[in-house]
């Protein structure tokens, strides 16, 4: 085999060719990446549905948290990075950041939404949002307290509206909802008067409640101190030793009894 200098020579200079080739277009892809067109521009901070806005989250206060990591070539910006940051932020429950082609970013949010203050050992140890789950964030606002395992808050959610449904019509609230670990249900009125409903049928016992308050038990309100309503054809009921003058005081008496604010901040 004879040796071909020519040959040699032009599989050289298209390798150089090609070499500069490559460099010239990486340096085209770099310049155009971080040229003017691509660079972010726009952050929106938006929920889930375009008919929804946010309610609890500060968007400035995210967007400052965020900027570092998405400012910069829309190709290069962390979105893994401003993720894992708002994910960590106050009220957020679920995010999702992604990129906007040319030069946008967009932030979806499912925030929490507070149904109760969750009570551990008579203090406040975080918010109940409507799943149950348990999220510290500050609130201010008045939300009835759930005293209860953490492993059943979802239920207590769940029965939280089924029997404020059923109080609505009578204008009763709950101030406290309670749930043992034996699945005993308990609850502290917006009048001060507790509720015991105990295991079993606990929604037809509430039901037969909300029938004896409208015939007759409405009209010792201030007096009561509990209803009883544990009794296969009835209840029992218990006066307190002083009456109160309003339903207000009625309810701070009995808070006071069981060392809980039902408006204490978080």
Sequence with gaps: MKYNENAVSGALTKF????IGLFLLGAAIRWVSYSDYFQ?????????????????????????????????????????????????SEWVDDVVVERIFPNAIRITVKE???????????????????????????????????????????????????????????????LRLQYTPRSSWSMMLNNGIELRL???????????????????????????????MRYGDGFATRNRSKAAANSEEAAKMALEETNLEPNSNH
């Design 112 to 174: 929490h939404e507070p149904v109760a203050k969750w009570v551990q050992e008579g203090h406040v140890a975080g918010l109940v949002d409507g799943e149950g789950k348990v999220f510290q964030a500050a609130y201010n606002k008045p939300l009835p307290l759930f005293d209860g395992d953490l492993t059943v808050l979802a239920q207590m959610v769940s029965q939280y509206k089924i029997f404020s449904s059923e109080l609505q019509p009578l204008r009763l609230g709950i």
């Design 198 to 228: 105990g295991k079993g049928d606990v929604n037809t016992r509430l039901s037969r409640f909300a029938n004896a308050w409208q015939h007759s038990l409405h009209e010792q309100a201030l007096l009561l101190d509990y209803v009883d």
């Design 16 to 19: 150089l060719y090609g070499v």
């Design 40 to 88: 972010i521009a726009t952050v929106d901070i938006v929920a889930p549905q375009s008919h929804q806005t946010l309610q609890y989250v500060d968007k400035q206060k995210l967007f400052n948290r965020l900027k570092p990591h998405l400012s910069g070539s829309f190709f290069y910006v962390d979105l893994d990075e401003a993720q894992r940051l708002a994910s960590q």
